[in-house]
């Protein structure tokens, strides 16, 4: 459960606890993981999670409830997990400690410690305005033949879609017992990408600086499903997965945007030259379509068209600055999320483990504003609203999903599942009729007419004009490019 920072209530037991064991949040995280993986559980909890706990804005879940009771020896009623009204009154006494709930993180301030997380900083401000024009300009690193357009995106042969792929026929493969990634961002070769922690070493992964120093508003390790292979068929694809984290992710991608950033964005802006300078980690990478290098974890990108007799239409997304640590401040499609289990109970990470059901979650977060699965809690329950009605529709024919491709962002060499979905106009209508202006992520993009609507038509001036525009994020463009290219075959099925 996510409080509202203005009515958040510190939790002043549990963050005694921590203090008169002489922990810090991190361990506290990995202790809770320890014990999770002890009972066969994959738990993914974060010093940023257990800061949260703290501060009172999100409730641990059942599950954490108990791993905090038995790791700190105590009854789960005696973690201070009922609401409290913060007063005057002292601090609870744990364990002999009175202190109270303040400035529970110390900055350090060392100058040069200072210095190098402002400069770092500053390149990661300068990277999420600048995402679009050096995605597209790291495209130009790789032969022309995996450019895929001018979208700032990058494939081999066969794995984008000569025709739209229905996504009933997309065959996905989980694999257990997948080697470990040979490249994990903590590396000599991106030790660069991370500012210092302390005067005598440097942050040790790039997810802890961006949880530290960037400080987003969304930040939580999550369970993913990695993939690690493509493989085109004669009418399908094959994509097989296995398992990592959000952060392992993270640590590799946005080390590689901040290194390319780095390189090419001065104090006069943006240097428009394709060049290899300073791209040591990318190098370490070697071929970026080695799906066995590194985890890349796939976001699914969908391109929604409410398909209608007036004509389709589309809708846009403007991802927020301040609150997404990944593809921030671009123009994205919706809805678009990391291909990720709901929960990280055992049966979820079976029952997620499909394309659509991913999606639909995304739809009734990023459309209809319903809180996020953040892993934490239970698992979606498909059979319950919305996601009950946006698979009847589905299984109805109603929406038609098709896959367009699988591509590279050149700028992170992140994954994205191209997806393109048609919804005809009056199911559209009743299953989004309260959408929302704003969600977690971003603000959904409005036309400039008098009665402002999410819509976009989809016309050949405005996809072109959009993907002419340099705002679009490389897996918009491939999502709008590839639906414009099979317009007639996506928009004519029935």
Known sequence: MVAKA?????????????????????????ALNAL????????????????????????????????LAEHFGVSVEELGLTRQRISGQPSPVVS??????????????????????????????????????LAITASKLYPVEVRVGTT???????????????LNSVRIVM????????????????????????????????????????????LENRLGYRLVSVEPTSTSVKLTFGTTTYFGAVDVAEALAHEFAAAQLGDDGHRPVTTWRGARFRRAIGNPFDLGRRAVLPSIDTLTIRNSTD???????????????????????MPAGVFQPSSIEPDAQVADFDLWRNMMREFSEEFLGNPEHDGDGAPARYDQEP???????????????????VALDALTLWGELLTVAVIDAPVYDALFGSMVNQNDEGTVVRTGQARPTPQLPFTEQVVMDLLDGGRLAPAAAGCLEGA??????ILGAR
């Open 36 to 67: 999770a993986a002890a009972r066969g559980i994959a738990a993914c909890v974060t010093a940023n999670q257990v800061s949260r706990w703290e501060r009172g804005t999100v409730r641990p879940q059942p599950l954490y409830r108990r791993l």
């Open 175 to 218: 694999v257990h017992g997948q080697p470990e990634p040979t490249v994990l961002g903590t590396e000599p070769d991106s030790a660069l990408t991370r500012p210092f922690a302390t005067p005598e070493r440097r942050y040790p992964r790039y997810s802890t600086a961006v949880r530290d120093v960037a400080r987003p508003r969304l």
């Open 387 to 405: 996601l009950a009605s946006l698979d009847r529709a589905y299984r109805a024919g109603h929406i038609r999903v098709y896959l367009l491709g």
């Open 311 to 333: 004509g389709p239409s589309f809708v846009l997304h403007q991802r927020s600055t301040e609150d997404v640590a990944v593809a921030a401040g671009m123009l994205h499609v």
């Open 96 to 133: 002999g400690s009175t202190l109270p709930l303040v400035s529970m993180e110390t900055p350090d301030q060392e100058p040069a410690v200072e210095r190098s997380r402002r400069e770092w900083l500053a390149t990661r401000t300068a990277l999420n305005r600048n995402r679009v024009s």
């Open 152 to 166: 700032g995106l990058i494939a081999p042969s066969g794995w984008t879609c000569p025709e739209p792929v229905p």
């Open 484 to 489: 414009w290219r099979h317009r007639r075959k």
């Open 6 to 30: 203005r009515d958040a209530h510190p939790n002043v037991t549990l963050y005694n606890l921590r203090d008169a064991a002489g922990e810090s949040q991190q361990d506290v995280a990995d």
